[in-house]
């Protein structure tokens, strides 16, 4: 049983969760203003306001319900597309305090989890190696995991090196196509053959299910997890190296 007190904080993804509350504030107190003119265009204005104002309502309590409770639950949806063994290796790319490469570790017996990150600040609150390893701590599998800082873009580990890659909400950050390619690639090639990728995103899963193939992986598209534990929009693709050009 695990003795540590203190929860795990799986963070805040992209952090602007504060200002997009202060916006949703200035198109509800603009709408009400404008409301109150007698006059066709600002009323018409006010409505679209309005309408803007619950659009954008609806995505701030959809992002605090993933944030709080939704995060965890697709977690395990992931997880458990895994047939786990308990000796595998793990990458998490993208881990951001840990949530998939913690995940995992809880998942193993001999095997290892590695997550890498580059800490980017805008695609996560406090965004920190250190935050990671005190997750890591509170669930009790230091000895499962290791933190790494490095860009999925060009990975320094041997190929043919994991036997399942995993990770959410990452790959999009990447600016260019070229670069979310070359993470693409990079994935392929340190991929064990028989290993299992699966990618949870919310853009671009059509683009990295088509380097896949490309690659020669067999590729699934699963259709997006509307509110069902993840944000709306969330899709995941899940691709599988063969062992030989026979398998399927
Ligand atoms: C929105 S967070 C998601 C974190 C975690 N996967 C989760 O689901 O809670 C995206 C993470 O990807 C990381 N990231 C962005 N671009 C990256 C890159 N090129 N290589 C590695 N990590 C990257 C960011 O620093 C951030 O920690």
Not at 51 to 79: E, P, Q, V, W
Not at 89 to 109: E, H
Not at 116 to 130: A, G, K, L, V, Y
Request: hydrophobic letters at 40%.
């Amino acid at each position: 049983m695990n003795e540590n007190k203190d929860k795990p904080d799986y963070g805040i993804d992209g952090g602007p969760l504060n200002k997009l509350v202060i916006v949703d504030l200035i198109f509800w107190g603009t709408a009400v203003f404008l409301i109150t003119f007698p006059n066709f265009y600002l009323k018409a204005a006010a409505i679209i306001l309005f309408i803007c104002g619950l659009m954008l309502g609806f995505l701030i309590i959809s992002m605090n319900f993933y944030t709080k409770a939704g995060k965890l639950i697709h977690r395990d949806k992931l997880l458990s597309m895994i047939d786990w063994k308990g000796n595998e290796m793990v990458l998490d790319i993208g881990t951001g305090r840990g949530l998939l490469m913690i995940g995992a570790a809880k998942r193993l017996n001999t095997g290892k989890s590695i997550g890498i990150d580059i800490w980017r600040q805008e695609d996560m609150q406090d965004n920190t190696h250190q935050n990671t390893l005190k997750n890591g701590s509170i669930e009790g599998v230091l000895d499962k995991i290791e933190i790494k800082n490095v860009d999925a873009q060009k990975m320094d580990f041997n190929d043919n090196y994991f036997d399942v890659i995993l990770s959410n909400l990452c790959l999009h950050n990447i600016p260019s196509k070229q670069g979310r390619d070359a993470a693409c690639r990079e994935i392929v090639r340190v991929l064990k053959p028989g290993g299992t990728v699966i990618i949870s995103d919310i853009l671009y899963t059509k683009e990295y299910g088509k380097i896949f193939l490309q690659e020669g992986l067999s590729v699934k598209f699963l259709n997006s997890i509307f509110l069902n534990g993840a944000n709306p929009g969330h899709k995941v693709v899940k691709a599988f190296k063969k062992i030989s050009n026979h398998q399927e």
